[in-house]
């Protein structure tokens, strides 16, 4: 059997399958590259968004060992909106195990203490609840191997966390804030949760290029951005003004989907894809699509 | 007849190993159950609190005073009544002893053989002397010596020696075991991996832990005999006791009593006991062969003087003073206060050099391991104090641990929402060490690791540019030392704390109106161009004079959607 794996080292953008059936609702037909999918309920965004892009059966075929990378940095509460809601992260290791994965990883290393986060977080608290899921906080330098960036120009190799080596599938779950460093923190910054020595990036010549070169490694097999709260300011760790967009995105085009949350909660102040440097030079790099106007986007409100 | 005669062993034989054992794992349950997260119960600092010399100290010091400490009473009754039964039954120090006894020197040295004189250790009166000199010297304030408190001693080398040495063991057993579990994908047991504990002094410390144990083949329990504080309290407690040795005629003068005896307590007509020394171990019944002796209650007639020399009492006495008028003038709070980042919640400094045990329960729970033992940058009186090191692990804004287990509260017992206020000290941007400042570089991490958000980015211009650059807003810092442990310039950090700042209160709250306004968010009005991180103006095609209209964003989408 072929190893599912693309997420690392290699990548290939997924095309989109045709549209699946959810709880007998009809979401957008399947074929949309990107979807912004807006409503009350969580589960219901997570789902259609999901299923716009190909559903997860797409992505996770039985047997798969998933691993979720969402945004644990902080053991800060839900509505300070610095890390992945938790009724975010609950739908979509459902949709995981319903498409058949055999284990769901849930994976980051956080920046606070990582007993803190695992006792303290609402998020991390999501895993107990739920069969076949773990969540992973790896703070030893042990448990990372050193991987080369053949094609990075600011970082040319860097120390992944082992436990991808042992996964299928990689879905990025990051929130959507803003950065005061690299102007947002969404999935292509959200890769730093995967590496051991996230200093080395900022230390390096090209902060923001050290982030496209990590991209041109890790690619997740889908990214969802979590716009249920969104951090318009003072980010990463806020305190700061959060928005309340009751959104969803999802897509297999990391540069595209990071690009639409920035034009969704930045929308008051025109910012697009373009202002965030970070995405440009991964553009630059062939990572991805930094104008999603350019792909077809299944839009929803529910 | 003597072999018929043998003695039984008896019930205390096997009871009292066994106590001690419950003691010693109970001991070592407190000490890993001092951890992120921390729920405290009574049974917290048991130990301490049951310990008569931390209280005598504590009254005699005359700082605060915890009521928990009231629980010494029943040690002390206990004494009055049984004698050395703690140090024989209850202390863990003592059942290391034992233990080190029995598996290092019953197999291979020889026990030394008890010559004649018995009952009359030449060394027996140092722990008189050691007694005399920290008593006093907590009635002058210093209390440094508490640090070798045996329940004090014990949970500092567990905390500073043996639990890193366990965790480094466990580490290279996991690391061997890896690979294997990878490949069988027991992933839980594959990413397996404790963080590593690292304290300053930890050589200085094992040290006089291993002389101590090491003492034991000069003498059996040679600490417990000669050096122990708490035991010379405990022996002058014991005067009275009630319980004790008592002797049959059918003695046959074998002196097997006196050379099994591990505290020499008995006398050279081996009729006689020395209820002082005596920790009612009862090995001596146990090897009798004529089933001569008994341990039964009424008084114990002290066959062995109490001599302490006048002149050695009066010297450690005077000693303990001139060292705490000493400590006070010539090895300097005068010099280092100020310099130094205590705990969030910690005393005004002389009052926490008077209560601090020195134990080593809030470096435990510290879960960064930030809380490091102060070696001499403390003054001499300041030494094994906890001093905060933000290089080696900042302060976590969701922990309180530290104030929750101090034993004496030298550290206050501090909410979440207090601790959060209690400022430690602020942070300080040496420019030309800051790779943003000095080389235009963007790094920021300063502001992304600041949990109160008292990092901000300014664009200045100078001959590099107009680059953003970190400034500190001091009245939203409380000095935790995020930005010191997360700043990556080799060295010393380009932001570090210093006590500026720091508040030490004694009593009341650290929360001020000022500083709560402050940490409000207000942010409807943010100039995009010069703050989060955006690319520089020529590229950003937006407007920002105008206020936005409204930040009410439940209904209305964001244009574009519908």
New interface residues.
């Given amino acids: 059997m072929i190893s599912r794996r693309r997420f690392i080292q290699t990548g290939a953008a997924i095309t989109a399958v045709s549209g699946r059936y959810f709880n007998g609702k009809v979401y957008a037909q399947g074929k949309a590259d990107l979807s912004v999918i807006t409503g009350p309920d969580i589960e219901a965004n997570v789902r259609a968004a999901v299923g716009a892009v190909g559903g997860m059966e797409a992505f996770v075929k039985n047997g798969d060992r998933v691993a979720i990378k969402p945004n644990l940095s902080f053991a800060s509460p839900v509505s300070r909106a610095t890390t992945t809601n938790p009724e975010v992260l609950r739908a979509v290791i459902k949709l995981c195990h319903e498409a058949g994965a055999k284990s769901v990883s849930v994976v980051d290393h956080p920046l606070q203490d990582a007993a803190i986060i695992g006792e303290k977080s609402e998020t991390a608290a999501v895993v107990k609840e739920m069969k076949n899921t773990s969540i992973f906080l790896p703070d030893t330098e042990n448990l990372y191997v050193e991987t080369a960036i053949p094609n990075g120009i600011a970082m040319k190799s860097t120390k992944v966390v082992k436990l991808l080596g042992e996964m299928d599938v990689l879905i990025n779950l990051p929130i959507s804030k803003n950065h005061s460093a690299t102007a947002v923190s969404l999935g292509i910054k959200g890769n730093l949760g995967l590496v051991w020595d996230r200093i080395a990036y900022h230390n390096s010549s090209d902060f923001n290029q050290s982030l496209a070169d990590l991209a041109t490694i890790i690619k997740a097999d889908l990214t969802i951005v979590d716009a249920i709260r969104a951090l318009a300011t003072r980010g990463p760790q806020g305190p700061g003004k959060v928005l309340k967009l009751n959104s969803v995105i999802a897509g297999t085009d990391p540069v595209a989907v990071d690009a639409q949350a920035v034009a969704l909660t930045f929308a008051q102040w025109n910012l697009a894809g373009s202002n965030v440097e970070h995405l440009t030079k991964s553009a630059a790099m062939g990572l991805g699509e930094i104008d999603p106007s350019k792909l077809n986007i299944a839009k929803q409100s529910l | 007849m003597a072999g018929n005669l043998k003695s039984k062993r008896s019930f205390s034989f096997k009871l009292r190993p066994l106590i001690q054992g419950i003691t010693l794992i109970f001991f070592v349950y407190l000490f890993l159950k001092i951890?992120?997260?921390f729920q405290k119960n009574l049974a917290t600092n048991a130990f301490y609190n049951f310990d008569p010399l931390i209280t005598l100290i504590m009254v005699l010091s005359g700082t605060f005073f915890i009521s928990a400490l009231l629980y010494s009473v029943f040690t002390v009754i206990l004494t009055l009544l049984f004698g050395r039964m703690f140090c024989g039954w209850i202390c863990p120090m003592g059942t290391i002893f034992d233990l080190s006894e029995y598996l290092l020197l019953k197999k291979r040295l020889p026990l030394k053989r008890v010559k004649k004189p018995y009952g009359n250790g030449p060394y027996k009166n140092i722990k008189y002397y050691i007694l005399m000199f920290l008593l006093f010297g907590s009635l002058f304030g210093f209390t440094a010596v508490m640090m070798f408190d045996p329940l004090v001693f014990l949970f500092r080398v567990f905390t500073v020696n043996l639990h890193p040495f366990a965790i480094l063991g466990a580490?290279e057993f996991l690391?061997l075991i890896?690979p294997l579990a990878?490949k069988t994908?027991a992933?839980?047991l594959?990413?397996l991996?404790?963080?590593?504990p690292a304290f300053s002094l930890g050589l200085f410390n094992l040290s006089l832990f291993l002389a101590v144990i090491g003492l034991i083949s000069v003498e059996r329990r040679f600490w417990c005999r000669n050096l122990c504080p708490l035991g010379a309290l405990l022996a002058v407690l014991s005067r009275f006791s009630i319980r004790g040795r008592r002797v049959s005629i059918e003695c046959i003068s074998c002196a097997k009593c006196a050379k099994s005896c591990p505290m020499n307590a008995i006398t050279d007509n081996y009729m006689g006991t020395s209820p002082r020394e005596c920790i009612q171990c009862e090995r001596c019944k146990d090897v009798c062969p004529v089933n001569a002796i008994s341990f039964d209650m009424g008084r114990v007639v002290e066959e062995q003087s109490f001599n302490p020399s006048r002149r050695g009492i009066m010297l450690s006495g005077t000693g303990g003073i001139i060292a705490a008028l000493g400590a006070g003038t010539l090895l300097s709070t005068k010099t280092t206060a100020g310099t130094l980042l205590r705990p969030p919640g910690a005393i005004v400094e002389r009052d926490f050099l008077d209560t601090c045990l020195r134990c080593g329960e809030c470096m435990k729970g510290c879960?960064?391991h930030g809380l490091q033992p102060a070696f001499l940058s403390a003054g001499l009186e300041g030494m094994f104090t906890p001093v905060l090191t933000p290089r080696a692990g900042a302060c976590?804004?969701?922990?309180n641990i530290c104030g929750q287990v101090c034993p004496t509260g030298a550290i206050r017992a501090l909410s979440l929402e207090e601790k959060q206020y209690a400022v430690i000290g602020n942070a300080t941007i040496e420019r030309n060490l800051c790779?943003a400042w000095e080389q235009g570089?963007?790094?920021?991490?300063c502001?992304?690791?600041?949990?109160y958000?008292a990092v901000e980015?300014k664009l200045v211009k100078d001959e590099l540019g107009s680059i953003k650059r970190p400034f500190v807003i001091e009245d939203k810092c409380v000095g935790c030392g995020q930005c010191e442990k997360?700043c990556?310039v080799n060295g010393p950090a380009a932001i570090h704390i210093t006590p500026i700042n720091e508040v030490r209160k004694n009593s009341g709250s650290y929360i001020t109106e000022n500083v709560r306004r402050l940490?409000e968010?207000n942010?409807?009005n943010?100039d995009?161009s010069k703050?989060?991180?955006?690319?520089d103006e020529k590229?950003?095609?937006?407007?920002?004079e105008t206020e936005?209209e409204t930040?009410d964003?439940?209904s209305d989408?964001?244009?574009?959607?519908?």
């Fill in positions: 951890a992120y997260p580490n690391d890896r990878f994908g992933l839980k594959s990413m991996s404790f963080e590593q879960p960064t976590e804004e969701q922990c790779i570089k963007v790094c920021l991490i502001d992304e690791v600041c949990p958000d980015f997360g990556p940490r968010v942010d409807d943010v995009f703050e989060t991180g955006f690319s590229t950003m095609p937006y407007q920002i936005p930040d964003f439940e989408l964001p244009a574009g959607f519908n």
